[in-house]
């Protein structure tokens, strides 16, 4: 019989090297091992069942077996991860999701049990047990009480805290988890938002909201997103990203974040796997909580409101739980952007301002949320289930946005232009989203084996039924510009009476523009898992192993029109037609904008005037065709893995296979030398790939309270559908050229973990750790110019294949309630996490080395809370630091040089502030406000260095007050 020693050394020996192995045209084989040497180890893994010394279930001439369930006092919920031992012994067990825990081959005899559980008190009983007998101990734990400074606080509020914790410190691998109790303390609106607060989770802002996570450094389509354990589609419109913008946090009763993945979970999760919960088992007492809050966003025109559920009970055997949640939220954002160009005057190039864009966003989202929980319990080895979730995202905007540009007419000298333009543009959109996933499954006991099965389907849906734009131009402007400041430039109109350039009778309408876009995401989902629980030696563990298929389909279809009047309706209409009776107005208090088309006014112009409208359709087939796909991907999963417990230590290692197919169908663009759209051809793409990923997962508990992990693992990232694609759309307006792919790579990551925890009582949490990955062939986007040609001075994006990334970095947090410190300071409580990462990145096409881009180097996230009695406030910061967000292949002019060696794309540092504050009333009623971006900072981008400033929004403050009641 192999030891454990031997397993890992030929775990070791046989996945040295990736190697490319062809199967057939078109198709290709990334493996650490050959298929059947993957066979053979699974072999080996498996071979601890099969040997002499192994007992898969407990004998009857050794002992007997102890068995329960462990339940909080205070609502009967069964306590997962709470520590079951007999000290005498040295035997240990966990409790499952139900609270079960099973203790096999006690020796006959009288012996004392005791359970440990975090926050809560300890509690033991004795019980004699005779050889092949099944005892049955069940335990009911009661929350331990704080004292801070004189009053005792007991309440039940700490129970799921308390949870999260336990699950944290007894889960086999590295993982951080916030609890339903934290997230209703965050003024964390939405699930976006609450995965922040956790240990290295950064997030980009979309219009005052976080759209996208980035963990550890990477990009959101390297992590993946499942809930309740069931992945969900996803809602990019190209991309593999799920948006969790459009997901109220009220639906979550937890979050789970693993960074070290086990075998049995799917491999593309480079940064983790985010686990959103919406259930909790459930006990005896009925669950029935209602919540509801209004407020104001400032410079809003609407009011913002949330609503929310939850529901549960159980009948007999038959479990129930549901949850509902709205909310709306009616922001408002200020934004500013520069171009640069470069002009000689007789002394050399020097910089020039281009463009200045000036504009006010309104954006009103609404969130509906339900989602639900059926259990039945057949037998207790049997449990049958469905659950669901539907999630509708509906976001409804305005844009006002003014243009003044001098790179239209001619410059005479520095900051002086002859001929320029002004534009007004007036846009108005709706963006629905779907995300939406229904699933059944049993888990079972089937002789040895603990068996589950799941299968489910997921759609997601992005529809924009309409983005309208009505642009009005004058051109022959004369101007003069000072960007001694290049974050505000200052710029004036040079006549007799330059107001008047901001009279809507003296601004020409130009044109109408809609675009149309409809993105569906299908999945459907199976896997199998089976369990064998064994006892090896003084060990005890357990063989698991199974499959997974997972299917894909996901298609787009995107259109920009656009209308011009001809003939003699050229210079007919002008903003007066459809402008607001007012100035809009000043933005950031600095800069007048003039009359916004008032949309209600818009509509009517276009139902009465579209016929006298010509469409462009050579623009129409030039900046569509090629955004319109149909893909498809399957993949193929198997795995087989083992864990072992012996005293203090956990090891965990295995094996998972994972055979990825995609095909793509789409469109090629062809363009004439002068960039007129010509002809469009059809292509239809397509590979295959074997990935084979070992790991193994180490912990060492240094005593009840505190534990060592260590984690060696591997994964995948696989390119975005478009990116793929041989496609090229060019945007004259914007002066950008986005190319696709073809011959992208997956990305193949290593990963090493590193962590130290320690828990207090009687809640509180220190820990530190660093990690490291290396990336083959990860994914950029670059960024290029155009020389010479229709198209001189084009910008051009292309993703590309670095050659390799290494990435370090470190984690520490700390959590803890103060009760210690004196007087009214007993009453503080720290949540405060920090990470950094840095990186190396060597590129291809770039002969220079550069950070990973979208990798963050510092994120921090803080909050300070105070409680007595019945009052609670807490005051968060959340920070990200400034990071690489494109490279550059330009070449910089001479003049630039200390910019060497690009002009690549950065967005700058950012620290937003909230506050949230509680106050508990009578019969379970709590009063809460939440006070969002109090400080107004704004997203900020540069090129090359911050004189070159590129945008900068700012997003305002914004909170509700509300109240919750638990019933």
Do not use: C
Not at 92 to 97: E, F, I, Q
Not at 528 to 536: G, Q, S
Not at 815 to 841: E, H, I, K
């Amino acid at each position: 019989m192999s030891s454990d020693a031997d397993i890992h050394a030929r775990l070791e020996a046989g996945t040295a090297e990736t190697q490319e192995v062809p199967l057939m045209q078109g198709q290709r084989v990334k493996s650490r091992t050959p298929f059947l040497g993957t066979l053979a180890v699974v072999a080996i893994l498996a071979g601890p069942m099969l040997g002499s010394e192994v007992r898969a279930q407990p004998s009857s001439a050794d002992g007997g077996e102890i068995q329960g369930q462990i339940l909080a006092q205070e609502n009967n919920r069964p306590l997962a991860g709470a520590q079951v031992r007999i000290p005498d012994l040295g035997l240990r067990a966990l409790t499952n999701s139900r609270g079960g825990y099973r203790l096999r081959n006690v020796p006959p005899g009288t012996h004392q049990i005791t359970v440990q559980y975090l926050g809560y008190q300890d509690e033991s009983q004795e019980v004699s047990i005779q050889a092949g007998e099944v005892a049955s101990v069940d335990f009911v734990l009661t929350i331990r009480p704080m004292d801070v400074d004189g009053i005792t606080v007991s309440g039940t509020r700490w129970g799921s805290q308390a949870d999260a914790l336990n699950r944290q410190r007894t889960a086999p691998s590295i993982q951080n988890v916030i609890s339903e109790e934290q997230i209703e303390r965050f003024p964390d609106p939405q699930a976006a938002e609450a995965i922040r607060r956790l240990p290295g989770v950064a997030s980009f802002d979309h219009r005052g909201e976080p759209q996208s996570i980035f963990i550890r450094g990477m990009s959101p389509g390297m992590s993946n997103v499942t809930m309740d354990g069931e992945r969900l589609p996803t809602t990019g419109l190209s991309d593999r990203e799920t948006s969790l913008m459009g997901l109220p946090s009220e639906i979550l009763s937890s979050l789970e974040l693993s960074k070290a993945i086990t075998p049995d979970m799917d491999a593309d999760a480079v940064g983790g796997t985010v686990n959103l919960v919406t259930r909790a088992p459930l006990g005896d007492q009925r669950i029935f909580n209602v919540s509801g809050a209004g407020g104001w966003h400032q410079h809003g025109a609407g009011p913002n409101a949330q609503a929310s559920t939850v529901f549960g009970e159980r009948f007999g055997n038959v479990g129930i739980l549901l949850r509902g949640s709205f909310r709306r939220n009616d922001m408002m954002m200020d934004d500013i952007r520069h171009f640069w160009g470069t002009e000689d005057f007789g002394n050399g190039e020097v910089d020039v301002l281009d463009q200045l864009r000036l504009g006010s966003y309104r954006t009103e989202r609404d969130r509906y949320a339900i989602s639900g929980r059926l259990d039945y319990d057949v037998n207790p080895q049997t449990t049958l289930f469905v659950r669901g979730l539907f999630n509708y995202f509906d976001k409804q905007g305005t844009r006002h946005q003014f243009r003044a540009r001098p790179e239209s007419g001619d410059h005479l000298a520095f900051g002086v232009v002859e001929g320029g333009r002004l534009e007004t543009i007036g846009r108005e959109n709706r963006i629905t989203q779907t995300l939406s996933t229904l699933g059944a499954g049993v888990e079972t006991v089937m002789g040895p084996f603990n068996v589950d099965v799941n299968a489910s389907v997921g759609l997601g849906k992005h529809d924009q039924p309409y983005q309208r734009y009505l642009n009005h131009r004058l051109g022959g402007v004369d101007m003069t510009y000072d960007i001694s400041n290049t974050r505000r430039a200052e710029w004036e109109v040079v006549g007799d009476n330059p107001g008047s350039y901001f009279n809507p009778e003296n601004i020409p309408f130009l044109r109408h523009e809609n675009r149309t876009d409809h993105v569906r995401d299908r999945d459907f989902n199976t896997r199998v898992n089976f369990e064998l629980p064994y006892d090896l030696a003084e060990a005890q563990g357990s063989f698991r192993f199974g499959g997974r298929f997972f299917q894909k389909e996901k298609d787009r279809d995107y259109w920009v029109r656009r209308f011009f009047p001809v003939g003699d309706d050229r210079g007919r209409w002008s903003l007066a037609e459809l402008a607001s009776s007012s100035q809009h107005r000043p933005i950031v208090g600095q800069y007048e904008i003039g009359h916004w088309v008032d949309w209600d006014r818009g509509r009517r112009f276009l139902d009465q005037n579209f016929s006298r409208l010509e469409e462009d359709v050579g623009y129409t087939m030039e900046v569509s065709a090629s955004q319109n796909y149909e893909a498809s991907e399957s993949v193929v999963a198997g795995y087989a893995m083992t864990t072992l417990e012996w005293d203090d230590w956990t090891f965990i290692t295995g094996l998972r296979a994972e055979r990825t197919g995609t095909s793509y169908v789409g469109n090629q663009t062809v363009f004439d030398e002068e960039g007129r759209f010509v002809e469009m051809n059809p292509i239809d793409e397509g590979s295959s790939y074997l990935n084979i990923f070992p790991s193994a997962h180490l912990r060492y508990r240094l005593s009840d309270q505190t534990n060592f992990r260590l984690a060696w693992t591997h994964a995948l990232a696989r390119p975005n559908f478009t990116d793929l694609a041989p496609t090229q759309f060019i945007d004259h307006d914007a002066q950008r050229i986005t190319r696709g792919n073809p011959d992208l790579q997956p990305s193949l990551v290593r990963n090493v973990d590193l962590l130290v925890e320690h828990y207090f009582e009687p809640l509180g949490l220190l820990a530190g750790g660093i990690f490291y990955k290396r990336l083959s062939d990860f994914f950029f986007g670059s960024i290029d110019r155009v020389e010479g040609g229709a198209m001189d001075g084009y910008e051009v994006r292309q993703p590309q294949n670095g050659a390799a990334a290494d990435l370090w970095g470190a984690e520490i947090a700390w959590q803890q309630r103060l009760t210690f410190l004196p007087g009214l300071l007993s009453g503080l409580g720290l949540y405060a996490n920090y990470t950094y990462t840095t990186s190396n990145a060597e590129l291809r096409e770039v002969t220079r080395e550069v950070p990973l881009p979208r990798q963050i180097p510092h994120v921090l996230n803080a909050a300070l809370s105070w409680e007595r009695g019945p009052f609670m406030t807490m005051l968060t910061a959340n920070h990200r630091s400034e990071y690489l967000w494109a490279v550059s292949q330009e070449a910089v002019s001479d003049h630039r040089s200390h910019l060497f060696p690009s002009m690549d794309r950065y967005l700058e540092a950012q620290t937003q502030f909230d506050l949230s504050a509680q106050l508990e009333g009578p019969s379970s009623t709590t009063i809460f406000l939440e006070l969002k971006n109090i400080t107004d900072e704004p997203q900020t981008w540069y090129d090359g260095s911050p004189e070159f400033h590129f945008r900068s929004s700012y997003n305002h403050a914004w909170g509700v007050l509300g109240v919750r009641m638990n019933f």
